[in-house]
């Protein structure tokens, strides 16, 4: 009966690692795509002199950009709880999805709701940040957790030194990309392995 038991759990925690898995694979797919249709659908949008946001303000470019976020945050929470499921040390994994949850506020508050969406993006960069970097501590087991802690390491380091741009720019577009965009690409290959090997 034990046995029964604890092979049901074994399976349910599979699954879930799977599910997990294939939702950090989607992840970049969805926000990129997102922020790809919103840009075709602005084209006063640059790089140096806008941030992201400003996507998310008005038009079909708002639609695709907030819709993105907040689906995005959702696959990204699903990810961060099968990571929680198969690291040992959880401390990362919970700010990971806690940081998830400000990029679905970031989705649902625009800019039009400054005070909102200044509290909710910043908050998922920051923790995003701390996240990736306690993870990258943390991941010491296998060789594939140590190359994905050293990344995880060095993509916090990047997303730190990224306000130095701030002084060469009009925008904060680019830092932006430089903390989200390779995160993203962390959690797909992540994702990937947890969905091979779950």
């Given amino acids: 009966m034990y046995c029964k038991i ?3 759990q074994i399976i349910k925690k599979s699954r879930l690692t799977k599910l997990a898995g294939i939702c950090g694979v989607i992840l970049p797919i969805v926000v990129f795509a997102g922020i790809l249709l919103a840009m075709s659908d602005s084209p006063w949008f640059k790089w ?3 941030a992201l946001s400003d996507l998310g303000v008005e038009g079909l470019s708002a639609l695709f950009f907030n819709n993105s976020l907040i689906f995005g945050g959702i696959l990204a929470f699903i990810f961060s709880l099968g990571l929680a499921i198969i690291l040992s040390k ?3 994994t919970y700010i990971l ?3 998830s949850l400000a990029l679905i506020g970031a989705g649902l508050f625009p800019k039009t709701v400054f005070i909102l969406h200044y509290i909710s993006s910043s908050a998922f960069f920051v923790l995003l940040t701390i996240a990736l970097f306690i993870i990258g501590l943390t991941l010491r087991k296998g ?5 994905m802690g050293a990344a995880a390491i060095l ?3 990047f997303a730190i030194s990224s306000p130095i741009l701030l002084n060469f720019l009009n925008g904060i577009a680019i830092p932006e990309a430089i903390v989200c965009f390779p995160a993203l690409i962390w959690c797909m290959t992540y994702g990937l392995k947890m969905t091979i090997t779950a």
Avoid: D, V
């Fill in 155 to 157: 993509l916090a380091l």
């Fill in 90 to 92: 959880k401390t990362g």
């Fill in 6 to 8: 604890w092979g049901r």
């Fill in 48 to 50: 140096t002199n806008n």
């Fill in 97 to 99: 999805a806690i940081s």
């Fill in 143 to 147: 060789r594939f957790e140590q190359r």
